[in-house]
């Protein structure tokens, strides 16, 4: 089992950038496929991007694409999420995620990931 906690959020003016982490302990995150999500208030869960097993391929939301960067350091068993160009659309709880399933087209479905952090709040202002 793995635990993960969440942090670096905060509030931001647009345009801005922040650096979201994620902790993981328990188990090695090599092992997993990795995800962050993101809800706002009144909101469904939303899909941001997917680090698959292994972290070879990355998969980004049309919405974040060019402006949202994933990265892992295997050697802090820590995740990253780099969002640049931040936008008032991107308010929300983002939330990292984790399963050691091979995910390939199912990536987006926040109910295949068997791990869930807290969630850390990102408010952007305009």
């Known amino acids: 089992q793995v635990q993960l906690v969440e942090s670096g959020g905060g509030l931001v003016q647009a345009g801005g950038s922040l650096r979201l982490s994620c902790a993981a302990s328990?188990?090695?995150?090599?092992?997993?496929?990795m995800a962050w999500f993101r809800q706002a208030p009144g909101k469904e869960r939303e899909f941001v991007v997917h680090m698959a097993w292994g972290g070879a391929n990355t998969d980004y939301a049309d919405s974040v694409k060019g402006r949202f960067t994933i990265s892992r350091d295997n050697t802090k068993n820590t995740m990253y999420l780099q969002m640049n160009s931040l936008k008032p659309e991107d308010t929300a709880v983002y939330y990292c995620?984790?399963?050691?399933?091979?995910?390939?087209?199912?990536?987006?479905?926040?109910?295949?990931?068997?791990?869930w952090g807290q969630g850390t709040q990102v408010t952007v202002s305009s």
């Open positions: 995620a984790a399963t050691p399933a091979i995910l390939n087209r199912v990536y987006g479905d926040f109910r295949r990931y068997d791990y």
């Open positions: 328990g188990r090695t995150i090599r092992n997993y496929a």
